[in-house]
């Protein structure tokens, strides 16, 4: 059959199922009908009049769930649009992401939040859950309409790009996560400690003479919402979490009963601030690429469950503005297409985690996070799923980004794990143009 031709019923066969953070050992198959998952499991299935496509022993996992990207729509699509970013998100295997409200003008009020589903729908390659600004114009001073936005479909809020340096009204937001149920996701970065930094505060930004930012900048803010989440008893997450004291303190306060989840990105469990050396741009990124031992941190905190999620932090920006001197370039790198194969080559190929549990952290962990459909396969879900070949290399090459952006750190490098296909619903949504 052509994987291209994708009927309202179908059966994929020859795969290796990879649910719940386990591989299994045999092959498998999923059946999908009308978009949704009729049947799944080890062994063979064959229904007559059904066509069967040959997954040629593929794995195949629920779609991955990113809980942090950055879509530029509205006001800066010359970086990133929603429907780019989606096909981007696709081509990574993923099938669901939270977008943050940093957009221009932020995402602040309900009628924003619609406008992001809407446009999401007109893509129609991810599903695209809006977060909604903390503060009006995230600037820090008054809250916003949180009922409203949660009514429009708003998962969670959060500052993101800008921390809440008002403690009270990170407390207030903090008691309206309480009673809508949903989370605050905290930037954790004290300005008045980071200053004009541009990379981690270490070694490396003596030697290159460039400002750099303290891990306490992050570390005392970390440690001030997880006590304010334990005045209020709101859901606090932390993002982007990249310090081993911040890890050290989100250890202890799950230890304590505090409601906090903390995510970690793929650059922050790789690469350190040695990378900075060559003043290139495409390793600056806020929080900062820090030492070995906080990379160390943040892979024990993904392996004993104190970091919930892998999350990529996708923050797209112009060739022109990546091409600027260190000190000049905007933070940020973009992620969604490399994430699977960073995690294998880094991770599982390091034998630091096994695939299930990468699988499980990009998957079922992370649609927790948000309470999230999605992040499971079984009968009567929604047919998002992913192929992929955990064993394949593959360079990354500039000319086949799917992302508007290609400020990525990975580019020329050869990685392990490549993504063959994505399906949301049961629609093809992404195929490598070498899987047939």
């Known amino acids: 059959m052509d994987w291209k031709s994708i009927p309202q019923e179908y059966l994929v066969t020859n795969v290796k199922l990879c649910l719940g953070g386990k591989l299994s050992a045999k092959t498998g198959y999923l059946h999908v009908k009308d978009g949704k998952v009729k049947a799944i499991g080890d062994g063979e299935l064959s229904v007559e009049n059904v066509p069967t496509f040959d997954g040629n022993g593929a794995v195949l996992s629920p779609g991955f769930i990113d809980v942090h990207v950055h879509f530029r729509e509205p006001g800066r699509e010359e970086k990133e649009s929603i429907h780019t970013g989606s096909r981007a998100a696709a081509a990574g295997g993923f099938t669901s992401v939270v977008t943050m409200p940093n ?14 589903f809407d446009r999401a729908r007109e893509s129609g390659l991810c599903r695209v859950f809006p977060t909604g600004a903390i ?13 409203d936005m949660v009514a429009a479909g708003a998962v969670g809020f959060t500052d993101d790009g800008t921390p809440v340096m008002n403690g009270s009204l990170m407390k207030y937001a903090l008691q309206y ?13 004290d300005t008045s400690l980071a200053g004009s930094g541009v990379m981690h505060a270490g070694s490396w930004s003596a030697k290159l ?27 606090l997450h932390v993002a982007h979490i990249s310090t081993k004291g911040a890890v050290d303190t989100v250890r202890r306060a799950k230890a304590d009963g505090i409601n906090v989840t903390a995510e970690a990105t793929p650059h922050h469990f790789t690469l350190n601030h040695s990378h900075c050396q060559t ?3 495409m390793f600056k990124m806020n929080p ?4 070995e031992p906080d990379v160390e941190a943040v892979i024990a905190g993904l392996c004993d469950g104190t970091i919930d999620c892998i999350a990529t932090d996708h923050a797209p920006h112009t060739v022109m503005e990546k091409e600027l001197m260190f000190d000049q370039a905007p933070f940020g790198i973009i992620g969604l297409e490399t994430a699977l194969a960073v995690g294998i080559t880094s991770l599982v ?13 990009m998957t079922e962990a992370a649609a927790k996070i948000y309470n999230l459909p999605g992040g499971k396969l079984e009968e009567g879900t929604d ?17 086949e980004v799917q992302s508007r952006s290609r400020n990525s750190p990975w580019l020329g490098e050869k990685l392990t794990g490549r993504v063959k296909a994505t399906f949301m619903g049961g629609r093809n949504t992404w195929l490598d143009k070498d899987f047939s």
């Not at 503060?135 to 916003?144: A, H, P, R, Y």
């Not at 900062?288 to 030492?291: C, I, K």
């Not at 390091?350 to 549990?357: E, H, Q, T, Y």
């Not at 192929?387 to 360079?395: A, C, I, R, S, Y």
Request: hydrophobic letters at 35%.
């Open 177 to 189: 996560s309480k009673m809508l149920g949903i989370p605050v996701t905290c930037h954790a970065e």
């Open 383 to 399: 047919a998002d799923f992913v192929l992929f070949d955990p064993e394949q290399q593959w360079t990354v090459l500039v000319d």
């Open 135 to 147: 503060s009006k114009n995230q600037d820090g001073e008054s809250l916003t309409e949180f009922g």
């Open 288 to 291: 900062p690429l820090r030492e």
């Open 209 to 235: 003479g460039l400002p750099g930012i303290p891990r306490v900048a992050e570390d005392s803010m970390i440690y001030r919402d997880c006590e304010l989440a334990r005045a209020t008893g709101g859901h």
């Open 349 to 361: 190929k390091a034998g630091k985690l096994d695939l299930g549990k990468l699988v499980y952290l």
């Open 103 to 116: 957009t221009l003008p932020p995402v602040d009020s309900a009628p924003m939040i619609t406008y992001q």
């Open 279 to 281: 003043f290139s741009p």
